[in-house]
C-alpha cells in the first residue's frame, strides 16, 4: 500500500470520530441500520434521501408531487420528520422552527454522502432537537486515494434529466509531513413532474478541502443547495383524483369570462449555503478531540396566485374604480423567509479495552425573518403595494451537554450510560399574516437519561436491552397557533419514555434482528380538530398516546450471486382518552356555525401511522460486474386524522421496483457503469397520504367532507450512464 494510501486510511480514521460520538456502535443497544458508500452509490440518480431509506425497518418515504424528485418525507414507526433528529458530520441541520430538514433544500444529498446511520427509537444523545422517533446521522464522502473525476448522466420519465460531476486531486504530499486533499461535486436535476406544477429544477454543490497527518486534521466543506419547485402541497381533491389524478389546484384562477387559467410562477424558491470547519487531534489511539464550527445562510420565497380574495385579509381598502366599489380581488403574493444558523460543537472520545467514553458541548443559534409582500393586484387604483403585509421574527438559542460511555461489566457483558442536559430560549416578535401580534418568549430545560445493556450471547449474536427519556420542545407554528388561541401559558413540552428490547444474529451468509418497542408520550401534541374564534386548527397536548410494535429484519446468502433481504414491523400507535372536535353548522344550505360537537375517543389511531409495513427484495448478480434488484413494499391502511374513521382511511398499498447495472472495465482502470431504475413496476394507482377536513351539520344532512390526496406515480423509468476515471 503506498504511502498516500495509508495516509487516506489515517484520515478515514479521522473523519469517523466527527460523526462517532453520536452514532451508535456495535454494542450501544439500540435499533439502527448504517448503510455505507457502497449502496449509497447504487441508489438511482432521482431519489432524495428519504427515498433512499424506503427499504429500512418501519420507514414509510412518500413524495408530494409524485416522483422522487422534489419534495420528499419520511416518517420512522409513524414519527413525522419534526420528531426526527437529522445530523450532517455531527452537526444537526433541523430547522430550528419547524425542526423539520426539508429535503428539497439539499437536491442530490446521497451524491455527497459516505455513509448513514439511522436510529429508530429516542436512540443516542446528539445535538439539535429531540428524536421522538428516529434519529438520522450522515457522513460526506472522505477522501479518495488517487486523483478521480466522475461523470453521471441520467434520463427517465417525464422529461426527467440529471447530469452530476466530480473530481479529487486525491492524497498530495503537503507541509508539515501531512498530506493534502480537495473534492468538487456538482449535481443538476430537472424534471416536468407526475402532476401538473410539480416542475422542479435543483441545483447542489459540494467543495472541500483538508489537510493532516498522522494525528490530526483541519477539513473545510462548502454545500450549496438551490430549488425552484412547483408548488404541490394541497394535493388532489378526492373526488377528482378517480378521474384526474394528476390534477393540482395550485395557481388556477379564472378569468372574467369563466375560462380557467393556471398561474405559470406557482413556485416554491430556496437556497441554502452551508460552511463547516473541522478540527480533529488524536492525542493517542485512546484519546481524541473534534471540534466543529458550522455556518447556514438560508433564503427563499413561495409565490401564488390568490382568486377572488377580500382586499381586508392584507390589510388592503377596498377600491374604487370607475365608481364601482370592489371589495374582493385577484392577487399574487410572495410570502419569503430569510434566516441564518450557526452552531458550534466541541466533542471528547476516550476509549480503553474496557471502556468507551464520549462527551460534548453544543451552542446553536437561529435566527429567522418571514415577511409578506404583494406584488400585484387585479384591481388596483391607489393601492401602496411597496411594503410588506407583515413581518415577523423568530430567534432560537440551543445549548446542550453530554457525557456517555460503554463500559464491559463482565464478560460478553456491555452497560450503556447517556446522560443528556438540553436549554432552549426561543423568541418570537412581530406580527403574523393575519395581523396577530406573536411576541413571545419561551424557554425549555431538558434532561435526557439512557441507560441499556448488550449481552454477546456469541461471536455472531447478542441481546441488548434499553430504557431511553427524551423530550421535544413546540415548533414555531405550534406556539403561534396557541398564542392566537390565548392559550399560549398551557403549551407544554413533550416527554418520551422509550423501552427498546432486540436480538441480532449475523453472519457473512445469513442474520436477523428481532426488536420490540414501547415508545410512551406524555402531552404528545396532536391536533384535535378544535379551533379558534379566527378558524385555526389548535394543536394540544394529549396526555397518554403511545408507539408499540415489533421490527423484524434479515437477510440470506445461499451462494454468492444470490441475496435474499426482508424487513417487517407491526405496530400499534394509539391516543388514549382523546376528544375530538368537529366543526358544526346549522345546515348545509346557510352553513351558520354553531359550536363545535366533541368526540370522546377512549382509544384513536394517530395520524399516518400503519400498523403494518413490510418490505423485502433479492439480488441476483449473473456474472461479475453485473447486479439485478427486484424490491417489494407493502404499507397497511393508515388514517388522515386521529378519528380513525372509514372516510379518512389511506387504503394500503404494494409497490415493486426493479434495479439492473452493469458495469464495463477498462484497461486504464476506468469504468462504465450503465443502469436502469423502473420503480412502480406492477403500475399501481395510489395515493400515500393525505389530509382531511370534515364539518357536520345540526339539522342531521350528510356530513361535509373535503379530501386532499398525494396521488404517486404510475410506472417510470430512469436509466444512467456514469463514466469514472
Not at 25 to 37: D, E, L
Not at 130 to 155: C, H, I, R, W
Not at 378 to 388: A, E, G, T, V
Not at 705 to 717: C, P, R
Amino acid at each position: 500500500m503506498s504511502a498516500a494510501s495509508q495516509d487516506t486510511l489515517s484520515q478515514r480514521r479521522l473523519d469517523s470520530i466527527i460523526v462517532s460520538t453520536s452514532r451508535a456502535g456495535v454494542n450501544t443497544p439500540v435499533a439502527n441500520t448504517t448503510i455505507g458508500k457502497d449502496v449509497v452509490e447504487r441508489v438511482p440518480s432521482t431519489y432524495s434521501l428519504p427515498m433512499m431509506l424506503n427499504m429500512l425497518p418501519s420507514v414509510v418515504s412518500t413524495t408530494e408531487g409524485g416522483l422522487a424528485l422534489g419534495y420528499s418525507n419520511m416518517r420512522v414507526r409513524g414519527s413525522d420528520a419534526s420528531r426526527t433528529n437529522v445530523t450532517l458530520n455531527g452537526i444537526a441541520i433541523n430547522d430550528g422552527e419547524s425542526q423539520e430538514v426539508i429535503w428539497a433544500n439539499i437536491p442530490s444529498l446521497p451524491n455527497f454522502l459516505q455513509s448513514v446511520q439511522l436510529q429508530r427509537g429516542a436512540g443516542t444523545s446528539a445535538n439539535g432537537p429531540g428524536a421522538f422517533g428516529a434519529s438520522l446521522n450522515m457522513q460526506t464522502k472522505t477522501p479518495s486515494f488517487e486523483p478521480y473525476a466522475n461523470v453521471d448522466f441520467s434520463a427517465g420519465s417525464y422529461k426527467t434529466f440529471m447530469e452530476s460531476i466530480a473530481v479529487g486531486t486525491g492524497s498530495m504530499k503537503s507541509v508539515g509531513n501531512g498530506y493534502f486533499s480537495a473534492d468538487l461535486a456538482y449535481n443538476h436535476a430537472l424534471t416536468r413532474g407526475y402532476i401538473r406544477n410539480a416542475k422542479a429544477n435543483l441545483n447542489s454543490f459540494l467543495a472541500s478541502a483538508s489537510w493532516r497527518n498522522e494525528r490530526s486534521s483541519v477539513k473545510f466543506i462548502y454545500m450549496l443547495g438551490s430549488q425552484h419547485t412547483g408548488i404541490t402541497w394541497e394535493g388532489c381533491p378526492i373526488d377528482i383524483y378517480y378521474t384526474n389524478r394528476k390534477y393540482n389546484v395550485a395557481g388556477e384562477y379564472y378569468d372574467d369570462e369563466g375560462n380557467v387559467h393556471y398561474y405559470d410562477n406557482e413556485t416554491d424558491n430556496y437556497i441554502q449555503h452551508h460552511f463547516q470547519l473541522h478540527y480533529v487531534h488524536q492525542f493517542s489511539p485512546k484519546l481524541s478531540l473534534s471540534s466543529t464550527l458550522h455556518f447556514t445562510k438560508g433564503d427563499g420565497y413561495y409565490e401564488n396566485y390568490k382568486y377572488d380574495v377580500k382586499f381586508s385579509k392584507y390589510g388592503l381598502d377596498p377600491q374604487v374604480i370607475d365608481g364601482k366599489t370592489y371589495k374582493k380581488t385577484d392577487v399574487i403574493i410572495r410570502q419569503s423567509m430569510d434566516n441564518s444558523y450557526v452552531a458550534g460543537v466541541l466533542n471528547l472520545k476516550y476509549k480503553t479495552g474496557k471502556m468507551d467514553f464520549a462527551s460534548g458541548v453544543n451552542y446553536s443559534f437561529y435566527d429567522g425573518d418571514h415577511f409578506g409582500n404583494i406584488l400585484w393586484s387585479k384591481y388596483n387604483q391607489n393601492l401602496d403595494l411597496s411594503k410588506p403585509w407583515y413581518t415577523n421574527n423568530g430567534k432560537k438559542a440551543d445549548a446542550s451537554a453530554f457525557a456517555k460511555a460503554e463500559i464491559t461489566i463482565a464478560r460478553n457483558l456491555t452497560g450503556f450510560i447517556d446522560l443528556q442536559y438540553r436549554f432552549i430560549n426561543f423568541r418570537l416578535s412581530g406580527m403574523d399574516k393575519d395581523f396577530v401580534g406573536l411576541d413571545n418568549k419561551k424557554e425549555y430545560n431538558f434532561f435526557n437519561p439512557k441507560v441499556g445493556l448488550n449481552y454477546r450471547t456469541s461471536k455472531d449474536s447478542k441481546l441488548y436491552y434499553s430504557v431511553s427519556v427524551a423530550h421535544r420542545e413546540p415548533s414555531r407554528s405550534d406556539i403561534k397557533e396557541s398564542i392566537k388561541a390565548g392559550k399560549q401559558d398551557l403549551l407544554k413540552s413533550e416527554r418520551l419514555l422509550d423501552y427498546e428490547l432486540g436480538y441480532q444474529f449475523r453472519r457473512k451468509n445469513v442474520g436477523f434482528q428481532v426488536n420490540l418497542y414501547s415508545m410512551n408520550y406524555k402531552n404528545q401534541l396532536v391536533s384535535t380538530g378544535r379551533l379558534t374564534e379566527t378558524g385555526y386548527v389548535i394543536q394540544e397536548n394529549i396526555p397518554d398516546s403511545y408507539r408499540r410494535g415489533v421490527e423484524v429484519s434479515g437477510y440470506y446468502s445461499p451462494i454468492d450471486q444470490l441475496l435474499f433481504f426482508a424487513t417487517a414491523t407491526y405496530s400499534k400507535n394509539k391516543l388514549k382518552n382523546y376528544t375530538l372536535f368537529v366543526d358544526a353548522y346549522d345546515n348545509a344550505s346557510d352553513w351558520n356555525p354553531t359550536p363545535q360537537h366533541e368526540v370522546f375517543l377512549k382509544k384513536s389511531n394517530l395520524t399516518l401511522s400503519p400498523e403494518l409495513i413490510a418490505s423485502g427484495g433479492f439480488m441476483i448478480k449473473p456474472e461479475a460486474n453485473t447486479d439485478i434488484t427486484i424490491t417489494g413494499k407493502y404499507v397497511g391502511k393508515q388514517y388522515m386524522d386521529n378519528s380513525s374513521l372509514e372516510v379518512a382511511k389511506v387504503p394500503s398499498y404494494f409497490t415493486m421496483s426493479l434495479d439492473a447495472a452493469k458495469t464495463f472495465v477498462f484497461r486504464n482502470n476506468s469504468k462504465l457503469r450503465i443502469s436502469l431504475c423502473v420503480d412502480n413496476l406492477l403500475n399501481r394507482k395510489y395515493y400515500s397520504y393525505g389530509w382531511i377536513y370534515r364539518a357536520v351539520f345540526d339539522d342531521g344532512s350528510d356530513d361535509y367532507i373535503e379530501k386532499g390526496v398525494y396521488a404517486q406515480a404510475t410506472i417510470h423509468f430512469i436509466g444512467k450512464i456514469q463514466f469514472t476515471f
